[in-house]
């Protein structure tokens, strides 16, 4: 069991996203999503401190929540958001990384952290090896 002061965590500052319900979830977490959309051009993304200021795509991740058919697991993945993008940009922790076992020709990385109301998250990156993209895949709390 990992503790939420463990070296190695990122604290963030922000908080889960509250509530039960999934529909006001969702509204929270996208309108959080949206001012970052409308930041950019083209394809939602944000720097990353880890991988020396570099893009990590977001349009993945709301796609993948999409995908979910379980409204349990969609609020569970959807209220850490905005403790996710903030690890993103601003940690510098080592991740624990390894190769897709289903496509080689990729490398998941995840991160730990702790919200400010002390639950322990995982952010999951997803980088292509030929081209050196970065998706954000998932996030998820961390149950062990």
């Given at each position: 069991?990992?503790?939420p002061?463990?070296?190695?965590?990122?604290r963030s500052?922000?908080?889960?996203?509250?509530?039960?319900?999934?529909?006001?979830?969702?509204k929270?977490?996208?309108?959080?999503?949206?001012?970052l959309k409308?930041?950019?051009?083209?394809?939602?993304?944000?720097?990353?401190?880890?991988?020396?200021k570099?893009?990590?795509?977001?349009?993945?991740?709301?796609?993948?929540?999409n995908?979910?058919?379980?409204?349990?697991?969609?609020?569970?993945?959807?209220r850490?958001?905005?403790?996710?993008?903030?690890?993103?940009e601003?940690?510098?922790?080592?991740?624990?990384?390894?190769?897709?076992?289903?496509?080689?020709?990729?490398?998941?990385?995840r991160?730990?952290?702790?919200?400010?109301?002390?639950?322990l998250?995982?952010?999951?990156?997803?980088?292509?090896?030929?081209?050196?993209?970065?998706?954000?895949?998932?996030?998820?709390?961390?149950?062990?």
């Open positions: 069991m990992i503790k002061n463990t070296p190695g965590v990122f500052r922000c908080s889960r996203v509250s509530g039960e319900d999934l529909r006001i979830i969702y929270k977490s996208y309108s959080f999503y949206k001012n409308a930041k950019t051009r083209r394809m939602p993304y944000v720097r990353s401190a880890y991988f020396n570099e893009k990590i795509f977001l349009e993945l991740f709301w796609r993948h929540l995908d979910k058919k379980n409204f349990r697991d969609k609020v569970r993945r959807a850490y958001f905005p403790c996710a993008i903030e690890l993103i601003k940690t510098r922790i080592e991740p624990m990384s390894r190769e897709n076992p289903n496509k080689r020709s990729e490398i998941f990385h991160f730990l952290g702790v919200s400010r109301d002390k639950y998250f995982v952010v999951q990156v997803k980088e292509r090896k030929k081209s050196g993209n970065k998706w954000l895949m998932s996030v998820f709390p961390w149950e062990k």
